[in-house]
């Protein structure tokens, strides 16, 4: 079965890190771009991260830099985050494109099934 998933969600103070995994079942996934999206309620979906296929850049949303950080190995994507704030509360997907490059243009091809992450004192 071809599926990607998350793990590494949870419960953190304020301050705190997690570190996301998103591990591919099926496909290699560092044949991919792998990205980071976040679901916050009441906001929607947005971008946090990603990396890509051809040479492993990695973008972040203007807000993140500096405390989240996107790497991978062969067949996991991960995803750490530090200093984490209450606004990074969120529903966390990994998404996979066969694209090139972090501009993908056109739908991901595989999502796994998300992670919670809450950050609350």
């Known amino acids: 079965q071809l599926q990607l998933v998350e793990s590494g969600g949870g419960v953190v103070q304020p301050g705190g890190s997690l570190r996301l995994s998103c591990a591919a079942s099926?496909?290699?996934?560092?044949?991919?771009?792998v990205s980071w999206f976040r679901q916050i309620p009441g906001i929607g979906r947005e971008g946090v991260s990603c990396i890509s296929r051809s040479d492993g850049t990695t973008h972040y949303a203007d807000s993140l830099k500096g405390r989240f950080t996107i790497s991978r190995d062969k067949n996991t994507v991960y995803l750490q985050m530090n200093s984490l704030k209450q606004e990074d509360t969120a529903v966390y997907y990994c998404?996979?494109?066969?694209?090139?490059?972090?501009?993908?243009?056109?739908?991901?091809?595989?999502w796994g099934q998300g992670t919670r992450v809450t950050v609350s004192s």
């Open positions: 099926g496909f290699t996934l560092e044949d991919y771009t």
């Open positions: 998404a996979a494109a066969d694209a090139r490059t972090c501009a993908v243009g056109k739908p991901y091809d595989y």
